[in-house]
């Protein structure tokens, strides 16, 4: 089992690059720091190297296990108090869009509101999500732990405008999020067998081009506040679309 105690070592200075969006493109490997997250990893095989402060049990002998030091994993970790342990994974699959329920994120900016919708779909049942190439990365270390390592477990998809028209020709029904007056109350609102919820970005909503192929438009009924945030919007939609 390696070793390593200097930060200026070419690996460590390798894996530091990943915690920048161009070094996560170069390598196509991200970080992910934290037990709870290294055992989402290691289940979904995206897991290829561990750096810890001391051996892990039970770890399968294809992925290498590094012991490093303090220093070195508080360098790798963005928790406020690490745990001893950082993952190195690859990135995710490609995959075809498939399902019948999917969510489309139109330019969503921040990685905590990512990672929870994320979480939230994963835990309603939303078949698919696809993100929208000017959204925030998935691959953010924000989003990955607001997650709490769902980006492991529901099929993920970077997709364009031209992804929606795809689906919106093969008989799905596009939905949209949007406070205008002419939207249905979401809880009126009967959905479709084939359906994509769209969510716009948090400032701007949805953008106007994808507004455009919008088959109808719905709204959270809501009292003594004008709006709610995307993340909880997306969470309360997605349980109403299970259950409703």
Known sequence: MKTIQSAQNTLIKQLLELKTPRGRQTYRRFLVAGFHLLEMALESKSLKMILTLEPIKNIPDHIQQIIVTETILKK?????????????????????????????LDGVADPGNLGTIIRSATAFGIDMLLVSQDSVSIYNPKTIAASQGAIFTIPLCEATISDLRYL?????????????EDAIKSTEYRWAKQCVIVFGNEAHGISHDVSELLNDKIIIPIANIESLNVAMAASIIFYDMKYR
Do not use: H
Not at 80 to 86: A, M
């Open 168 to 180: 919106k020709d093969n008989k799905y029904r596009l939905t949209g999020a949007l406070l205008t």
């Open 76 to 104: 790798l970790s963005d928790q406020v108090t690490p745990q001893g342990v950082v993952g190195v994974c690859d990135y995710l699959p490609a995959l075809s869009i498939k399902g019948d329920r999917i969510a489309y």
